[in-house]
T-cell receptor, first 116, second 113 residues
Framework: GAVVSQHPSRVICKSGTSVKIECRSL??????MFWYRQFPKQSLMLMAT?????????EQGVEKDKFLINHASLTLSTLTVTSAHPEDSSFYIC????????????FGDGTRLSIL | QQQVKQSPQSLIVQKGGIPIINCAYE??????FPWYQQFPGKGPALLIA?????SEKKEGRFTISFNKSAKQFSLHIMDSQPGDSATYFC????????????FGTGTRLTVIP
């Protein structure tokens, strides 16, 4: 079945560091990918919609200059948390659905980001 | 505004019991209703999904009941096992694939041996 791979699974770094997270669709093409943030014991909060070849669409309240999204190919989207601070510590998850509208979305295994 | 409301927040059942998780939505344009299972430290995994043209769908021990007129749908887990202990999320979207999913708030299920 369709698989979405997310890397790295865990990052621990110092405040001020920029962190890049990759999301790959392994066996299908995805024009659109989604990036979510999840706080402990809470639901997934959509941050942005990543569109291949064009600018990402950010949800209200999400800083586009803080969370840079690049979707350079049909199988890869990246989320870069720039100048990360402790409040950016969270679980970040991507998802992708095949371009066919009859196929479901699948999620990556998430990235646990911890900023010291 | 919460597009999809989910209850209960947590649920504890004995092994073999049938936990039921309920969701309700407002947007009648929603066309696809998946359920996801999430274990700690992992991303959500698609469990089962339904479209509004059917009232019930069963896959293994998991069943979705769908009530279009009431704008409600629920997940039933038959013969629940300790390995089913996880957080379950209902969701809704306009279509599958490249469309945004609106998630419920999640239900933490614990199945006691």
């Amino acid at each position: 079945g369709a698989v979405v791979s997310q890397h790295p699974s865990r990052v621990i770094c110092k405040s001020g560091t920029s962190v890049k997270i990759e999301c790959r669709s392994l066996d299908f093409q995805a024009t659109t990918m989604f990036w979510y943030r999840q706080f402990p014991k809470q639901s997934l909060m959509l941050m942005a919609t990543s569109n291949e070849g064009s600018k990402a669409t950010y949800e209200q309240g999400v800083e586009k200059d803080k969370f840079l999204i690049n979707h350079a190919s049909l199988t890869l989207s990246t989320l870069t948390v720039t100048s990360a601070h402790p409040e950016d510590s969270s679980f970040y998850i991507c998802s992708a659905g095949p371009d066919s509208t009859n196929q479901p979305q699948h999620f990556g295994d998430g990235t646990r980001l911890s900023i010291l | 505004q919460q597009q999809v409301k989910q209850s209960p927040q947590s649920l504890i059942v004995q092994k073999g019991g049938i936990p039921i998780i309920n969701c309700a939505y407002e947007n009648t344009a929603f066309d696809y209703f998946p359920w996801y299972q999430q274990f700690p430290g992992k991303g959500p995994a698609l469990l089962i999904a339904i479209r509004p043209d059917v009232s019930e769908k069963k896959e293994g021990r998991f069943t979705i009941s769908f009530n279009k007129s009431a704008k409600q749908f629920s997940l039933h887990i038959m013969d629940s096992q300790p390995g089913d202990s996880a957080t379950y999320f209902c969701a809704a979207s306009l279509q599958t694939g490249a469309n945004n999913l609106f998630f419920g708030t999640g239900t933490r299920l614990t199945v006691i041996p």
